[in-house]
């Protein structure tokens, strides 16, 4: 087992990263002294294939655990959904001491966190991640959050969990298309922090794709611990930090509102935004042509789309708009100054932005 801090002070926790890490999770989970019954927020996947395990586990420490099924859709973070929650925790916390678990991937853990952090005006909750994307990113950091019409995340708190429990075997039971989406948060930390990680996914992708357990474990360990440090740093992204955390996320926010949350998944959208982002990045003379590529082929290594097809420029440039990073009306971009190295650019013009989106389409 890997243990990486999130040091927040008072707020501080742990993630635990290996192989059947679950079981530890009464345990660990009754150490933290947040309550002796769970509210287990879940879809059915999920449910069927390791919920009754999660609720035996808990048992065995004392703790006494209830699981609420969702939607498997990005459509699940809406605050309707969110609202049904909160009326059914309140029903099953009358006289106990709860706490909510999130055992899925980003969406179950995105709306979890934001329900865990205004019912009662917050409750502990703890991140069981299931999905490569929510081990390595979307589980850590605290940010909770739902969806509007109008865009992606618009609706949302900083609130930290009380522990991530990361169990690697778990990833075994992915698709590849869950198990690409991941792979594009993967690509983004080795992007903007860690060219030993880039060069590790670059050299080891038959092993990642195949699931290798120690592979896995070692890419889930890196991001984890990148995004632990700029966390720990600035939380709420008041420093300039922890925006780097957004590359590629502007305009996969963007296409993915576009396509209506259906079109592409969180990570494939991310994957053309990074593209998009390179390129502008290479236009503005900050990265050359071979970096372009060198980017283009991992993400197409690990099947991954490289072109954005069916989907509107104009609707992308009007979602793009909505993004949480505007201050008025400027925009920012983390841009590529070189693999491992960012820049945060603002007011990039429209022309610009719209050329590089022209070029994958």
């Known amino acids: 087992m890997k243990t990486i801090k999130v040091n927040l002070g008072k707020r501080s926790y742990s993630i635990i990263i290996g192989n059947n890490a679950i079981l530890k999770a009464g345990r660990l989970i009754k150490e933290l002294k947040i309550g002796?019954?769970?509210?287990?927020?879940?879809?059915?996947?999920?449910?069927?294939?390791?919920?009754?395990?999660?609720?035996?586990?808990?048992?065995?420490?004392?703790?006494?655990?209830?699981i609420k099924l969702i939607p498997d859709s990005e459509k699940s973070k809406s605050l309707e959904l969110a609202y049904s929650l909160i009326k059914d925790i309140s029903r099953f916390g009358q006289k106990k001491k709860i706490f909510v678990i999130a055992f899925g991937g980003g969406v179950v853990g995105d709306l979890t966190g934001f329900v865990a952090s205004i019912y009662k005006r917050g409750i502990a909750y703890v991140q069981i991640p299931t999905t490569l994307l929510a081990q390595v990113d979307s589980s850590i950091g605290g940010k909770t959050g739902v969806d509007l019409s109008q865009g992606k995340n618009l609706v949302?708190?900083?609130?930290?969990?009380?522990?991530?429990?990361?169990?690697?075997?778990?990833?075994?039971?992915?698709?590849?298309?869950?198990?690409?989406?991941?792979?594009?948060?993967?690509?983004?930390?080795?992007l903007i922090s860690d060219k030993k990680l880039f060069d590790f996914l670059e050299a080891n992708s038959k092993d990642i794709l195949a699931k290798k357990q120690s592979a896995l474990e070692f890419i889930v360990g890196a991001c984890a611990g990148i995004k632990a440090r700029i966390v720990s740093a600035?939380?709420?992204?008041?420093?300039?930090?922890?925006?780097?955390?957004?590359?590629?996320?502007?305009?996969?926010?963007?296409?993915?509102?576009?396509?209506?949350?259906?079109?592409?998944?969180?990570?494939?959208?991310?994957?053309?935004?990074?593209?998009?982002?390179?390129?502008?990045?290479?236009n503005l003379k900050l990265i050359d042509a071979a970096t372009l590529k060198k980017i283009e082929t991992v993400i197409k290594k690990f099947k991954l789309p490289s072109k954005i097809e069916n989907l509107n420029l104009n609707k992308i440039i009007k979602a793009h708009y909505l993004d949480k990073k505007f201050i008025g009306t400027k925009n920012r971009f983390v841009l590529l100054k070189k693999i491992g190295r960012t820049k945060i650019a603002e007011n990039i013009p429209l022309e610009t932005i719209a050329y590089a989106i022209k070029k994958i389409i």
């Open 36 to 66: 002796s019954d769970a509210y287990i927020i879940t879809n059915a996947t999920i449910n069927r294939l390791y919920g009754l395990n999660l609720q035996k586990i808990l048992r065995a420490s004392g703790i006494n655990s209830k």
């Open 156 to 190: 949302g708190a900083f609130y930290q969990p009380k522990l991530v429990l990361a169990d690697t075997r778990i990833l075994n039971s992915l698709g590849q298309k869950q198990l690409s989406s991941g792979l594009a948060e993967v690509i983004k930390y080795g």
């Open 234 to 282: 600035d939380e709420k992204e008041e420093r300039g930090l922890r925006t780097i955390l957004n590359f590629g996320h502007t305009i996969g926010h963007a296409i993915e509102t576009a396509g209506n949350y259906t079109k592409y998944s969180h990570g494939e959208a991310v994957a053309l935004g990074m593209l998009t982002v390179a390129e502008i990045s290479k």
